[in-house]
């Protein structure tokens, strides 16, 4: 809910269109992951949260010459201005009981699915924490 109402009320097409300092382009670079889903958290960090996304489907091209991965793409099921809750996720075409990936799982290509609905689901997410020396700055 939040992630999208940022989304939706802190930026905009015109020339007051990003509040604040866009601070050497981190606030378009959050903006970007986030609208597709994965919040970055703590930079520096290789975890991103995943949330609400905007579009209904981003793909990136990955560079071969740093990535194993050839894409990584996003999708969002029954995506809309209503449905803006993820009921549950796939990585690769598994099931993803946890509310987050990290860079690597990103950076190694594939899709991510979200499956969105009206209403929270509590359940999905709620009970995976990220291993030990992930998603922490040491």
């Not at 919040?39 to 949330?51: A, E, M, R, S, W």
């Not at 489907?57 to 029954?78: M, N, P, Q, S, W």
């Amino acid at each position: 809910k939040w992630t999208r109402a940022i989304c939706d009320r802190a930026y905009g097409p015109d020339v007051m269109g990003l509040v604040g300092n866009e601070d050497e382009g981190q606030m378009s670079a959050w903006y970007v992951l986030a609208a597709m889903g994965m919040h970055p958290v703590c930079p520096g960090d290789n975890v991103y949260i995943l949330t609400s996304p905007v579009f209904s489907k981003v793909e990136i091209a990955l560079d071969k010459r740093y990535y194993k991965g050839d894409r990584f793409t996003v999708i969002a099921h029954d995506n809309s201005d209503r449905n803006i809750y993820i009921q549950r996720a796939k990585l690769n075409g598994k099931e993803l009981n946890r509310a987050w990936i990290t860079h690597d799982e990103v950076v190694n290509g594939g899709t991510l699915e979200f499956y969105m609905g009206e209403t929270p689901n509590k359940e999905w997410g709620a009970t995976e924490l990220p291993p030990a020396g992930v998603g922490t700055r040491n």
